[in-house]
């Protein structure tokens, strides 16, 4: 089985758009799927909506009432998972659902141990609404993360592996969001590759980027760093 974790954080009006689109990807897997919210207490009607879809997917909710971050909402939702593969995406609809069937097959197929989907290889792209600022901004940090590991885009939120290859999450010290960089250091993978995808900007509800977590991205790449010399020495 599948388990897709979504990290969630006021996207109510995302999430009907999201669960209609994993299905329409999913609903003939064999093995079946889960979608699994973490929702860091939003507040915005987000519950609601879930118990309505839930009765159509095979959805559920798990809301957080006392930590907020995306990236320990996804180690939260990986620890609830139930799936033989996991794969993590984003609630704002960037993600394209469509690409979750590739990611999966190449993991189950033993072609790669770790998949993400990567904007910065040969046939992805980003929206064309993004700014100048904001590609230039995605490019300076892809570059500071890129001798940490192999892909292009280790900024990706969008990223599939098995179950047996998560680290183990009490090893998992994230800050801010990008969890996939964090598991991509601290994990085992002998195989990670990338598959192209488009980047969409969201149509609906606001971008969570600001300057605290650019901060606090600066802050995880100092400790992986550190990280790195140590397991080296």
């Not at 995406?89 to 394209?96: A, E, K, Q, T, V």
């Not at 590739?102 to 072609?111: D, F, T, Y």
């Not at 292009?152 to 998992?172: I, N």
Request: net charge neutral; glycine share 8%; charged share 25%.
């Amino acid at each position: 089985m599948i388990s897709i974790v979504v990290p969630t954080y006021r996207e109510a009006d995302n999430l009907s758009f999201l669960a209609h689109a994993i299905d329409a990807a999913l609903g003939d897997f064999d093995g079946g799927y889960e979608l699994l919210l973490v929702d860091d207490d939003s507040q915005d009607g987000s519950e609601e909506v879930a118990a309505k879809l839930s009765r159509r997917f095979p959805l559920r909710i798990l809301v957080r009432k006392g930590e907020r971050g995306l990236a320990t909402a996804v180690i939260e939702g990986i620890r609830a998972s139930t799936g033989d593969v996991v794969v993590v995406m984003d609630g704002d609809l960037s993600h394209p659902p469509g690409a979750i069937p590739i990611m999966v097959e190449r993991v189950m197929s033993g072609a790669s141990d770790f998949v993400l989907g990567s904007r910065y290889v040969e046939g992805g792209s980003v929206d064309e609404a993004w700014s100048g600022f904001r590609k230039l901004n995605s490019l300076i940090a892809s570059l500071l993360a890129r001798p940490l590991c192999t892909l292009k885009d280790p900024m990706s939120g969008f990223f599939a592996l098995r179950r047996a290859d998560v680290p183990d999450l009490r090893r998992l010290s994230p800050i801010g969001y990008k969890i996939a960089l964090e598991i991509l250091v601290k994990g085992n993978f002998q195989d990670p590759t990338e598959v192209p995808i488009h980047f969409a900007e969201r149509q609906h509800g606001e971008s969570k980027l600001s300057l605290k977590e650019q901060l606090n991205f600066i802050r995880h790449l100092h400790r992986l760093y550190a990280y790195r010399r140590r397991s080296h020495h």
